[in-house]
Structure formats: C-alpha cells, structure tokens
C-alpha cells in the first residue's frame, strides 16, 4: 500500500493532487495530517498516477463500485513557483509575467485584455469590489490572499469611485457565483464592463512570499481574446514599465472640477442616507478620495466641497473653509507634492486645521519638511495593526499604501503619534505648533473595521476649537 506522501509525490506535489482532484490545498493537507485520502478521489489519482486500487488500499472495492468523477484531460501545472516555459500549458488562457521573465499561467476572467502595472497583494477578507474601485490602487495588479472572491456579486453601492482605477487581479480559486441578496450582477461581468482583467488559477501564496521576501515587481496581465501569447513582447513590456516610484497617479484619478458631497452613510435596509445638518465647511482635495471618506466627513457634520489635486492654497481659501482634508489617493507622495505640497504649505500658513490620511499623510508630511520612501512590501489589508503612542490603544486598521513617511526626517515640531505594529513604519504624525495630524491608514474603513472612525470627529472638534479661538 502507498503512504499518502508516496501519493503526493508521485503527482508532483500538494498543488498538483489539489488541482486533479478538484479541491484545495486545505484538504489535501488534511489528508497529510489524517495518513488517508477519501475513497471519491482515487479515480482522479489512478488516472494521474496509474497505481493500482490495490496500491491505495489492500481489500478496497473494485473500481466499478467507486464513486464516478469527471476527470479533466489536462490539468494546470502545479504553481508552486512560476513557470519559465514561453508555451502556455494545456487550459491556460492567460499569464502573469513578471519583469525578471518569470509566468504564473491560469484561466482567465474578466475582459480580454493586456495590462501592466506593480503587482501587489491584499489580505483583506472582504470588500473586494471596493478594494478594485479604490483610486489607490491605480497603476496596480491585485493579488488576494482571500479565497473567495465573487462571492457577493456586484452591486451599485459597494464603489468607491466611478472608473476603478486597478489594473487586474489575481486569485487562486475560480470566482464563486454570488449568492448575496444585495449582488446585482456577477462579478466575472462587472469586471468585464470595466475592461478589467483577471487571472484564476495561481498560487497566489508563492506569488505573496515572493513580493513579501523581494518586493513588488512589475508584471503584465495578458487575457488574450485569441488565445496567443507573444512572450518576448509581454516580457519586455513587464521589463520595460517604469514603477511607481516617482509616478504621478493623482492627477489621473482626481476629479477635473469643483463638487458639493452630501451624501451620507449607509445604513441597513435604507441605503445611503441624506448627510445630516451640516455645521462647518470643509474642502477636501481629491488626490484619489475614497466616497466613503466623503460620507464619513459629511456624517460628522461637514459640509464639504471637493477640489482637483491640484488645487492651489488661492483656490483652497478662496471657498474660506474651516477646515481642510488631503485625501487618500496613488503613486509616489513626492511627485504629486511637486504641485500639491506649495497648496498644502500656504493652507497651513494661513493657520486653517488639516486632516490629511494616506497620500494626504505622506503630502502633510512632506508640507512640514519630512521625507518619504519606498516600501518594500507596502501595506494592503483590512488587518493592519496600529498603536497609538499617546494613548497605547491599538486599532485595527486598512491600508493601501506602498510609500512611507521617514520618521528620522521630521522636524522638532512634527511628532509621532501612530506606528505600524506589523514592522514599525510611520503610521501617523501631529504638528506641536499648529491644527494639523494626519494617519497612513483608512479610517474610513470601506472595506475594513470601524476602529478610527474617532478621527473624523477629532477633526470636527479640532474646527470647532480653532472657530471658538
């Protein structure tokens, strides 16, 4: 009788006997851990490894009594690690392509298509329609950790802005069919109405070690309609594309003309609800804003008028705001702050409170004389652990950001007050001589935990205090 390890070997590894059985690696690690493999998968194993049934248990029932299977002609590689051959294996429709030449192949999904941008990953566990409508992931191709992605469908009301601003995606399983009552539409055919491409299929825990141990690479998603591959081409381009690194991405995402937000959060059964009495003005400025941002600050009792990122400080106290709010938004802070850290400088001369998040945080930072830097890895999640250094008290946070504020540049009146606790970058910074703090993460929290939600009402109140002075 064959051991299971016997078993698994002979079929190439855990991924292999997890993609010709039809079932994940959770189980096939079960089956290590329990030394048997259930009776309804030995036909699948006997066609890949020509054992006998005697050889996978003395006495078993003969095969005319085993449950059928379909079993599939070909099967995917197993993707342990990428694939360096340029033909694209049986049932491959489309291919990662990484710049130092390395291919994930897998199926393909969404809208068929050729794009290019940083490959990163997410390890959120839900909200994956606003992670892809999120405008701080322009220029990325998404990886999630999660497997189950299309669960929920698609609705109307789960968008953070109105063009997704993502490249691509990538996930191990095959996308679930909806089954939520809010879904409207499969998320394979919102993805398609975007001109968003996606590949399945992947061992998207190889792909993470490997941005989690080198950091992210540039890659090319191709979906190719006909099914035809050039690899010279697709390597070259993953090879060519610059990074994010001294990208300009906000003026891409922001809003082209002033707007009035009014609208508020959403509440069960009802939907969004009308903003309620709104007591101070607040202009945003959209480096990539978040509608979800938007509602928090209209719910916290702003009236809030949004600007273009490159609103100048005229343009900003030209609406005499009580107070100002930098938004989140993509690319490397000190390319965007060419233009927007003289706006931010001019609004915190004039002594106006600001509340800045994200590529907001990263601008302040750079506004009060501090610099910024590349993260290896970034941080993209739902999960994210932050201490407060003033009060201890840690928050469970999302982030999507791959650029940091360096601590060691800040200036004697510029204080710490928030960091990392996954590896103790800077999460957040307050002035000690006037209204302005700012946070790395969302505390918006769309999709995530509502644990910052304070901040929007730190900001009110730190208005309220300078209209009171």
């Given amino acids: 009788m064959r051991s299971v390890e016997d078993i698994i070997a002979l079929m190439g590894g855990p991924e292999a006997v997890a993609t010709r059985c039809g079932v994940g690696t959770e189980a096939v690690r079960k089956w290590r851990q329990a030394r048997a493999i259930p009776a309804k998968h030995w036909p699948a194993i006997i066609a890949a490894t020509g054992l006998s049934l005697a050889e996978l248990a003395p006495g078993a029932p003969s095969a005319s009594t085993l449950p059928p299977i379909p079993i599939p002609e070909t099967s995917m590689p197993a993707a342990n690690t990428p694939h360096a051959a340029d033909q694209p294996p049986a049932g491959a429709t489309a291919a990662l392509v990484l710049a130092d030449g390395s291919v994930f192949w897998g199926v393909g999904f969404g809208a068929h298509t050729t794009t290019v941008g940083e490959v990163c990953f997410n390890t959120g566990m839900t909200g994956y329609q606003e992670t892809l409508t999120d405008p701080s992931y322009a220029g990325q191709i998404i990886t999630f950790t999660f497997p189950h992605i299309g669960n929920v469908g698609a609705n109307a009301e789960d968008v953070e802005s109105i063009t997704p601003a993502a490249r ?23 993805l398609k109405s975007h001109g968003i491409p996606g590949i399945a299929g992947v061992d998207t825990r190889a792909l993470t070690a ?35 690194e001294g990208m300009d991405l906000a003026r891409e995402v922001s809003c082209r003309q002033a707007y009035q937000w009014e609208e508020g959060l959403w509440h069960w059964g009802q939907g969004y609800e009308k903003a309620p009495a709104r007591k101070h003005k607040v202009v945003a400025i959209d480096y990539g804003a978040k509608r979800n941002i938007l509602r928090c600050l209209a719910d916290a009792g702003c009236a809030v008028t949004v600007l273009p990122a490159t609103a100048t400080a005229e343009d900003i106290l030209s609406h005499d705001p009580d107070g100002v709010f930098l938004s989140n938004g993509p690319g490397d802070p000190a390319a965007t702050g060419e233009y927007a850290v003289p706006a931010i400088q001019g609004v915190l001369q004039s002594g106006k409170p600001v509340f800045g998040i994200c590529l907001g945080h990263q601008l302040l930072a750079l506004a009060l004389g501090g610099r910024t830097f590349k993260l290896d890895r970034g941080h993209r999640g739902a999960n994210q652990p932050v201490k407060d250094l003033a009060t201890g008290r840690v928050e469970i946070t999302s982030q999507n950001h791959g650029f940091a504020v360096d601590d060691k540049s800040l200036p004697a009146n510029v204080q710490v007050t928030h960091i990392s606790l996954f590896d103790g970058s800077n999460e957040g910074i307050a002035a000690t001589d006037r209204p302005a703090f700012s946070v790395q993460y969302h505390p918006e929290a769309s999709p995530g935990p509502s644990d910052s939600h304070y901040l929007f009402h730190r900001f009110v109140e730190m208005i309220e205090k300078h209209k009171a002075a």
């Fill in 168 to 190: 691509g995606l990538v996930v191990k399983q095959d996308l679930t069919d909806p089954a939520n009552w809010r879904a409207t539409r499969h998320l394979d055919d919102w």
């Fill in 210 to 244: 490997r941005i989690r141990d080198t950091g992210a690479p540039t890659g090319v998603l191709a979906f190719p309609v006909e099914g035809r591959f050039d690899m010279a081409t697709l390597k070259a381009q993953a090879a060519g594309w610059p990074g994010l």
